[in-house]
C-alpha cells in the first residue's frame, strides 16, 4: 500500500497534516499537474500495480498536493498554505471539480486522544469559496515515535 511515514513533534505528542486530493477512474495525474501548473506529492492511475511487490490493482486514478510544512505545525497553517497556492486557481479547482472528487484531506492526532483544532470563520471562509469537502481523519496518540499515515486510506487505493 502507498504509505508515507510520520514522526510526532519532539515529545511525541501530536501532529497534522493536510492535502488536496482529487480522484477518479478518468483522472490522468499528468493532466491535473498540467491545468494546476502544480505537480503532484503523489499521484496513481487505475489498473497500476501498488509496487513491484504487491499484486493488488489501484481501484482509482488520484493526484495529491500535500502541504510540505511539518506535520508539528497547527493543521490551519497547512490548510492557509494550501489555500494560498490554490486560490488563484479557483476556476480551474472548479472544473476539476465538477468531474473528480476532490477535497481536502486532513490528518490529526492529538497528544492524548482528546483535543481538536479550531478553524478560525476567516479560513473557513476561504475553503467554502472553493466548494471542496473537508475531509478530517482523526488518529489516536501512538506510544512510539514513528505513525504510519495512509493518504490513500479511503479506498483510493483498495
Known sequence: M???NRTLDQQGRKWSEAALRISGDTLHPSQVSASLGLEATQSGIKGERFSPRHNALRRTSFWILKSPLGN???L?????WLLDVLEPK???????????????????S?????????????????LARLG???VLDLYPPESSLEVEVDTN???LDG
Not at 76 to 80: F, G, I, K, Q
Not at 97 to 102: A, L
Not at 110 to 126: A, F, Y
Request: proline content about 4%.
Open 2 to 4: 502507498n504509505r508515507m
Open 72 to 74: 508539528y505545525r497547527p
Open 76 to 80: 490551519e497553517e497547512h490548510l492557509n
Open 90 to 108: 479557483c476556476d480551474l479547482l472548479i472544473s476539476i471539480r465538477s468531474k473528480w472528487k476532490t477535497e481536502f484531506f486532513c490528518g490529526f
Open 110 to 126: 492529538s497528544e492524548n486522544g482528546q483535543g481538536g483544532v479550531t478553524l478560525d470563520p476567516i479560513l473557513l471562509g476561504r
Open 132 to 134: 471542496i469537502s473537508l
Open 153 to 155: 486510506r479511503t479506498n
